[in-house]
């Protein structure tokens, strides 16, 4: 492809390789989309730089998910986590980690026991970062996959351990997290819990938040509700 090689950038190229290879998907020719991600893979195994790298094999593992292979997809993203471990600097590993725990999500469905494989080393990663901040969000992230899976109890567990590592740390920042776990806590029903965290929201968060935890609850008891939001979440996405 002449537009291909005109991209000097190898990541922009890998980027642009997955993008065509969904669009193969799109028009029913897996065929295609494979030699596509073929290509892909062959130039991220060139790029020097851990984190494009990382982060290029995401990219490629979710356009392996849209073609079906879920075989491939969990394979890519295991390799991914591997090159994440090598990665020194922890907020780059923490940007990383989350675009991989977010690729994985392509696992669900019938490929559950894929998406486990991934997200248990993703979690033995998280655990090894030491900046508090970034931990915490690694496991914000892998407790809100283990939800969607419907591991409620490991959700749970990682839940209870991000809200301890708030508490041991004075950091303001993590009012930014606060919000997130208002929500999950308001998942699980716990309603004591999700509004303190709301209340230690941003002053121009809050109310959105309390809004979504007022959502969250009508639609726990109202499940046609959830139905509804669900439905016009998948039409947005078309």
């Given at each position: 492809?002449?537009?291909?090689?005109?991209?000097?950038e190898k990541d922009s190229t890998v980027s642009f390789l997955s993008a065509i290879a969904q669009a193969y998907?799109?028009?029913?020719?897996?065929?295609?989309?494979?030699?596509?991600?073929s290509q892909?893979?062959?130039i991220t195994?060139?790029?020097?730089?851990?984190?494009?790298?990382?982060?290029?094999?995401?990219?490629?593992?979710?356009?392996?998910?849209?073609?079906g292979d879920s075989q491939k997809e969990k394979q890519v993203l295991l390799q991914a986590l591997k090159i994440a471990r090598s990665i020194e600097r922890e907020d780059i590993k923490v940007g990383v980690l989350s675009t991989i725990v977010q690729a994985s999500s392509n696992l669900g469905g019938s490929q559950k026991g894929r998406q486990r494989q991934v997200l248990s080393q993703a979690l033995e990663l998280a655990n090894s970062i030491e900046n508090k901040y970034g931990k915490a969000i690694s496991l914000s992230e892998i407790a809100q996959?283990?939800?969607?899976?419907?591991?409620?109890?490991?959700?749970?567990?990682?839940?209870?351990?991000?809200?301890r590592v708030i508490d041991a740390?004075?950091?303001?920042?993590?009012?930014?997290?606060d919000s997130k776990m208002a929500l999950l806590y308001a998942e699980f029903g716990n309603w004591?819990?999700?509004?303190?965290?709301?209340?230690?929201?941003?002053?121009e968060d809050k109310i959105a938040v309390f809004v979504r935890i007022l959502?969250?609850?009508?639609?726990?008891?109202q499940p046609e509700f959830k139905a509804l939001r669900d439905w016009q979440e998948e039409e947005e996405e078309e």
């Open positions: 492809m002449k537009l291909v090689s005109s991209i000097k998907s799109k028009l029913g020719d897996s065929q295609k989309g494979q030699q596509t991600l892909a893979l062959k195994n060139s790029i020097e730089n851990e984190y494009s790298k990382a982060s290029s094999l995401s990219l490629i593992a979710q356009a392996y998910g849209k073609l996959s283990y939800f969607d899976l419907g591991d409620r109890d490991q959700a749970k567990t990682l839940l209870d351990d991000v809200v740390s004075s950091n303001q920042s993590f009012s930014l997290l004591g819990e999700a509004l303190h965290l709301a209340q230690r929201c941003y002053h959502q969250v609850h009508a639609e726990q008891q």
